[in-house]
């Protein structure tokens, strides 16, 4: 595989995802090869992966958020894209980066896949979060993941971790329905993801840490996330990195589960040139006790902002949230206009 700049392993390395069933019924493993589909020939500014522009923005903080869709297999391959890409058919470069054909194997035989992924990263450190949705397409049915982790830095490079879990699947597959796990991996343009169902001696399984986040709930002086504990233990809030648009004023007060955690204005200027708003990064002075900052087994809690300003701004993809907990675990919000 080809070495890829810093800032782009960053953006990619988030793709590439080697799975372990923790729980539930048995998921056989398999492994997806497949390119990522939201490129363009040219890097738009020098130094910048060849992300369309709109899907890749570096945010107040410094941070960069990004989409990335990816997709591989008969039934999607584009070789309009490949072409574009890389010079060659799909299925040809998938053999040529990986050794494997474009698609899904092993469980899913034969079949295909897309996924839709979104994340913010730092780009110095590569430490961040991600989220997204895989569904892979065979004769059989079709089967729908959920997956979503935090990017940590490593001796050995960058590396990505976190929680999948399979929402829906066709009778076919039946026996995953529900079906959870951990993942790692690395990434590039050209990407062989390898799932692998772990070993759970005498039913005790690894413990897992996954939170996932809901859309923004955005009202007069508050913004409101709905975040969801799917493991089987608590998870205790230990960084909150937020941007938001400059007219709402400071933040002003941090709630969790209706209890206030932080109440001191805070809100620095954008670090970016040409990157309008404001933001913060909260991980010390902290109110009230570590377990106020928990969110239980299979519990969800609602994170709550206040700003200054009444009628804050609207728009969804001026907010930028990155929540990293103490176990190990983050989640992120980005959204794109």
């Not at 960069?64 to 058919?89: M, N, R, T, W």
């Not at 209890?259 to 620095?268: A, E, F, R």
Request: net charge neutral; hydrophobic share 40%; charged share 15%.
């Amino acid at each position: 595989m080809r070495r890829l700049s810093p800032i782009l392993a960053v953006i990619v390395l988030f793709v590439v995802i080697t799975v372990a069933a923790a729980s539930g019924p048995t998921l056989t493993s398999f492994t997806t090869t497949g390119y990522t589909t939201n490129l363009v020939p040219a890097p738009p500014l020098p130094g910048f992966p060849p992300l369309i522009p709109s899907e890749f923005q570096l945010v107040p903080s410094g941070h960069v958020k990004f989409h990335i869709s990816a997709q591989g297999g008969p039934a999607v391959d584009d070789d309009a894209v490949c072409q574009a890409l890389y010079g060659l058919p799909c299925q040809t470069l998938c053999l040529a980066f990986t050794g494997r054909p474009c698609g899904t194997d092993g469980y899913f035989a034969g079949g295909s896949f897309r996924f839709e992924e979104w994340g913010v990263a730092d780009p110095t450190t590569f430490a961040g979060a991600n989220h997204g949705l895989m569904q892979v397409l065979t004769a059989g049915g079709t089967a729908t993941m959920r997956f979503g982790g935090r990017a940590i830095p490593t001796l050995s490079g960058p590396i990505v971790e976190g929680s999948f879990q399979v929402l829906t699947a066709s009778p076919a597959y039946h026996a995953i329905r529900k079906a959870e796990g951990t993942y790692t991996g690395g990434a590039g343009y050209i990407f062989t993801v390898d799932y692998t169902p772990l070993a759970c001696p005498g039913g005790m399984c690894p413990d897992r840490c996954a939170v996932f986040g809901e859309t923004l709930n955005l009202q007069n002086k508050k913004l409101k996330w709905r975040l969801q504990n799917e493991a089987e233990k608590p998870v205790t809030l230990s960084r909150l990195i937020v941007n938001w648009p400059e007219a709402n004023g400071l933040l002003t007060k941090v709630k969790w589960g209706g209890k206030t955690l932080y109440n001191q204005p805070v809100g620095q200027p954008s670090v970016v040139p040409g990157v309008p708003g404001l933001f913060a990064v909260i991980d010390s002075g902290w109110l009230g006790s570590p377990s106020d900052r928990r969110i239980g087994a299979d519990k969800a809690v609602q994170l709550e902002l206040e700003f200054a300003q009444h009628g804050i701004g609207q728009n969804q993809a001026d907010y930028t949230l990155l929540v990293e907990f103490a176990e190990g675990c983050a989640t992120a919000f980005a959204a794109f206009p």
